[in-house]
């Protein structure tokens, strides 16, 4: 394997080589969204994401509220919950928002190029500490970055079938164990990535040196990724637990060295994981919105589907494994890599609804053991086929053919997003479908009378006010105006397909005006959002229900007030 020693032996020419890629990297990752604003024109409102809008605007809410408390409520229901939430993340996002007013578009895109930068620095300084051969080194950063699995097949087998949607899409848009796609799409997991290697990084090295000060290191940086992300704490658990086995196998004496360091670790990030925990049971609401995670039906395909999800790096990873090596010759660099790998095929298929994030982190993994088995499996042969070629010249091929095989996935989810967001451009005055939840929440722009009727209700609206529109506008509503939105995300607004049904039923022409004033009392509602998307609905028309009081018009998108005499009415 060619375990580089504890301190790095990167040149400084490999640090530049590596800038030059992530600004690479970035500006590819960022045309998208160039391209989404320059559609928006002078007619549209750019919504800032290309891709997942309703998770971002929860996230996003989360940021606004910081920018004021420490703790923050969750603001996508109509009902109150207690202020209970902290996330490092948005909530230093929040502080820097208050402070500069740039705006959560400005500051995500900020975060995207940061995340995607640090990212690539820890997977480079991690694949350093794993190989002293450079083109190894550069190999196995290149899979972890750059690697996506062969979802590229669903898309094929749906255009053949004619299929409206493509089978089993969990394959191919996952992003978890997807550097690229994190990158373009989701810093947070980005960073997530990137802490998980420093942490793994800081396990390695205090193996390696017997020396806990590493341990240390990494029980701090751990600690930053539970305040963002406490279900990554199994990931950190689970590989440390599985190489104090491999050592104890090894070795046949207790891993005492390897205990303290996981114990060290523990004792420092469990906090934030503890307090996750403590939320879902001290609050009604949040307990209620962790039920509701499985409505995404987000699960981690099943061990069949693993080898499309994950691709031809995951399968080269798996041949790279010697299962035949006896124990006493794997050295603590081997079984660690060993470690990380394979349990994540245990963690992520826990029964636990956020399984699917467990995948975080995997590629790096992936990326180095790929990088192994390119060089212990697949060169070995084509040095028996192809004698006349020099080695070096038949690695540098094998190289080039692997990557090659493994970006068409990502090529195809870069190429899909200008036509969703030619699509989305093209029909920004209604979602998709209004009466669908999973297609009214996909509006990657709206309407300039939309947005303008969200920045007025900014100006009036208190944090316990309650916001009445569809979801394709509700999801907006807390992150741009600060109020409780009626409905707003699949999860996060408690009896959410419920709250959803009655925004449907409220606009029909069928329902009674008593009705009507039932749900709007109930849930405490104090505006109501009009536009050409709550108009497809149906026939109920706000300005003939003396319940409702006109404060603000532009365009075809109204806002109302609700009478306060509504709950005597």
Sequence with gaps: MNAAPSRSTISRRDWLYLSIFIIVLLAITAVPYFYAQRL?????????????IPDHFQYFSWMRESQTKFLVPNQLTPEYSTPLLFNLLWWTLGRI???THLGYATLYQLTRLVAGAFAAFSVFWFCGLIFTNRAKRWTAFLLAMLASGLGWIMIVAKVLTHAADAPFPFTIYTSEPNSFFTV???PHFTIATALITLVFGMVLLAQRTQKLRYAWYGAIICLILTLQHSYDFFTICGVIAMYALFLWIRDRKFPLHMLKVGIIIVIVAVWPALQAFYITTADAVWKG???QFDNAGAWTPSPLLLPILMGVAWLLAIWSIKIRMPWKDRDDTHLFLLAWFV?????IYLPLNFQIH??????VVIGVLATIGLYTRVLPLLQRWFKNTPPARLAVIATVILLLLVIPTNLYL?????LDIRRAADQAEIADNPTSPSASDNRLFIGNDEYNALKYLETQVKGDDVVFANLGLGQFVPAITGARTFVGHWAQTLKFKDKFAMVQTFYNEATSDADRQTILDTYKVTYLIYSPEEATLGKFDPSTAGYLQQVYEDGNTKVYKVAAQAASS
């Design 343 to 347: 349990s994540h095929l245990i963690l």
């Design 289 to 291: 919105v962790l039920s």
């Design 184 to 186: 373009m799409s989701f």
């Design 358 to 363: 467990l995948l975080s982190g995997w590629q």
């Design 97 to 99: 928002d208050s402070v």
């Design 40 to 52: 928006a024109g002078a007619d549209k409102h750019f919504m800032g994401i290309v891709f997942n």
């Design 414 to 418: 870069l190429g899909q997003r200008f």
